[in-house]
């Protein structure tokens, strides 16, 4: 699975022009996501997404609109942006 870089993920959500309340949560959760690859000590792809998503609703038990926060932080690598 082709690995996915996100080392400039920081300037990509300034690009974004995201509210700052937003943008802080997102940054929240690309960090969390990223400690989660090197945890697992798996590259960033798509699966790996979709592995913290699956890891992260079971552990966290989110309500429906925070899990679609995470995913919504994480969408790039998720391939969906």
Request: hydrophobic residues 35%.
């Amino acid at each position: 699975m082709k690995e996915l870089h996100f080392s400039d993920w920081h300037q990509c959500l300034i690009r974004y022009r995201l509210p700052q309340r937003q943008r802080k949560s997102f940054e929240i959760t690309i960090r969390w996501f990223l400690g989660f690859c090197r945890r697992s000590r798996a590259q960033v792809t798509t699966q790996s997404a979709r592995d913290f998503i699956e890891w992260a609703s079971r552990e966290k038990e989110p309500e429906s609109w925070r899990l679609e926060d995470w995913k919504e932080a994480i969408r790039p690598a998720l391939g969906e942006r």
